[in-house]
Nanobody, 115 residues
Framework: QVQLVESGGGLVQAGGSLRLSCAAS????????MGWHRQAPGKQRELVAH???????HYVDSVKGRFTISRDNAKNTGYLQMNNLKPEDTAVYYC?????????WGQGTQVTVSS
């Protein structure tokens, strides 16, 4: 079975930084699209960033220039580096792996940015 486990969330002040990790087992991240989504209180889940098997990256406009998505193939782990965090970034962040058969989701990690 494919399992994705997020870590690295926490409480930070506005302007601070966090790095989220997504450790994968049962599948190889670099073969597929890996992405990060987030869901804020009272809002729908939205795509934040993703990276393709070829290394192409895409970001939602609200995080461009602040967030960076990457992979460590040796560790089979994905990352989301988040800099200059804002209160509106507060959400549960989920790792997603998109394969030809089905998508896989992690259980999420909470990011809270105080003002």
């Amino acid at each position: 079975q494919v399992q994705l486990v997020e870590s690295g969330g926490g409480l930070v002040q506005a302007g601070g930084s966090l790095r989220l990790s997504c450790a994968a087992s049962g599948s190889t991240l670099r073969l597929y699209v890996m992405g990060w989504h987030r869901q804020a209180p009272g809002k729908q889940r939205e795509l934040v960033a993703h990276i393709t098997s070829g290394g192409l990256t895409h970001y939602v406009d609200s995080v461009k220039g602040r967030f960076t998505i990457s992979r460590d193939n040796a560790k089979n782990t994905g990352y989301l580096q988040m800099n200059n965090l804002k209160p509106e970034d507060t959400a549960v962040y989920y790792c997603k792996l998109t394969t030809p058969s089905q998508p896989y989701w992690g259980q999420g990690t909470q990011v809270t940015v105080s003002s």
